[in-house]
């Protein structure tokens, strides 16, 4: 299996609404990542988990919170989040922190803020 | 600064026909140079990867090749099918956490 899964596929949420998307992944990785990618544009590194705790931040808004239940899940909470925020969310995951292994992205979450 | 820059930025050829992407990068150090292929709206999915010491690597009608002197790489898709349409992402990584993508090219199979 070498499937990165994310939940749901599309999401459209109010600025005042709290929703959460949902990563999975089954192969033992023990680094995981969240990116935002706007149109035609290459995908932002968001944050990274290595063995579950948080290793990066780059510096995103605290309106994005991520969490990471156990070595197969990762989340995103997102609180009060702007128009400017919709993008594609993409998860990926790779055997582990060093960037020598191959990053496996989920099909990501088409988020639209209204 | 990291740099990948691709070209060109979108291209359109016939079904059947074959056509050469280019990657040129600043990444360094440098560990491993990857060529994704992402659909509109979906996740990127790996076509190839290639470290320092790879020429060539082939997936199918998908062939990258890495000259780590220059600095460059390049993907060739043979025989062109419709399902080929999509943006085709070099991205190079230093070995750390953090991949440098570049904007990746638009490709369009026509019929």
């Given at each position: ?10 999401l459209v949420m109010g600025m005042t609404n709290k929703k ?41 808004p605290?309106r994005f ?11 995103l909470h997102l609180h009060a989040l702007q128009p400017e925020d919709s993008a594609?969310y ?21 988020l639209t803020v209204v | ?111």
């Amino acid at each position: 299996d070498t499937e990165v899964t994310q939940t749901p596929k599309h999401l459209v949420m109010g600025m005042t609404n709290k929703k959460s998307l949902k990563c999975e992944q089954h192969m033992g990785h023990r680094a995981m990542y969240w990116y935002k990618q706007k149109a035609k544009k290459p995908p932002e590194l968001m944050f990274v988990y290595s063995y579950e705790k948080l290793s990066i931040n780059e510096s995103v808004p605290s309106r994005f919170s991520p969490e990471c239940p156990n070595s197969s899940l990762l989340n995103l909470h997102l609180h009060a989040l702007q128009p400017e925020d919709s993008a594609l969310y993409l998860c990926a995951s790779s055997e582990d922190l060093q960037g020598i292994a191959e990053a496996f992205f989920g099909q990501g979450t088409r988020l639209t803020v209204v | 600064k990291n740099q990948v820059e691709q070209s060109p930025q979108s291209l359109i050829i016939l079904e059947g026909k074959n056509c050469t992407l280019q990657c040129n990068y600043t990444v360094s150090p440098f560990s491993n140079l990857r060529w994704y292929k992402q659909d509109t709206g979906r996740g990127p999915v790996s076509l190839t990867i290639m470290t320092f010491s790879e020429n060539t690597k082939s997936n199918g009608r998908y062939t990258a090749t890495l000259d780590a002197d220059t600095k460059q790489s390049s993907l060739h898709i043979t025989a062109s099918q419709l399902s080929d349409s999509a943006s085709y992402i070099c991205v190079v990584s230093a070995g750390d956490y953090k991949l440098s993508f570049g904007a990746g090219t638009t490709v369009t199979v026509r019929a």
